[in-house]
Nanobody, 124 residues
């Protein structure tokens, strides 16, 4: 069984930064990827970015490119989402999730394990 636990959310002013963490426990295969999604009330979860576990290659949604970056620390089984130059529209609950889909998975239904989420609020 795979478990994912997010942390690092909070309240930050526009233009500020936050780093979210996702600790992954259980079996993770080299072909798996860890993705980040975000969700606001009444809306579906939206893709933020994803990183292939083995290669470290990452892909991002257009609205976060150049501001967000995903990295990993293998020794801690942790994936990070560094968020810079935050905007009020980045406010959401952020989730990490795991997929075994080999192509870049941008749809939430491609992921089969999810964390419980962490709230990010960006004030203007």
């Amino acid at each position: 069984q795979v478990q994912l636990v997010e942390s690092g959310g909070g309240l930050v002013q526009a233009g500020g930064s936050l780093r979210l963490s996702c600790v992954v426990s259980g079996r993770v295969f080299s072909g798996d990827a860890i993705g980040w999604f975000r969700q606001t009330p009444g809306n579906n979860r939206r893709f933020v970015g994803a990183m292939r576990w083995s290669s470290g290659n990452a892909a991002y949604a257009d609205d976060v490119k150049g501001r967000f970056a995903i990295s990993r620390e293998n020794s801690k089984n942790t994936v990070y989402l560094q968020m810079n130059n935050l905007k009020p529209e980045d406010s959401a609950v952020y989730f990490c999730a795991k997929t075994s889909v080999l192509s870049t998975a941008t749809m939430s239904n491609m992921y089969n394990y999810w964390g419980h989420g962490t709230q990010v609020t960006v004030s203007s």
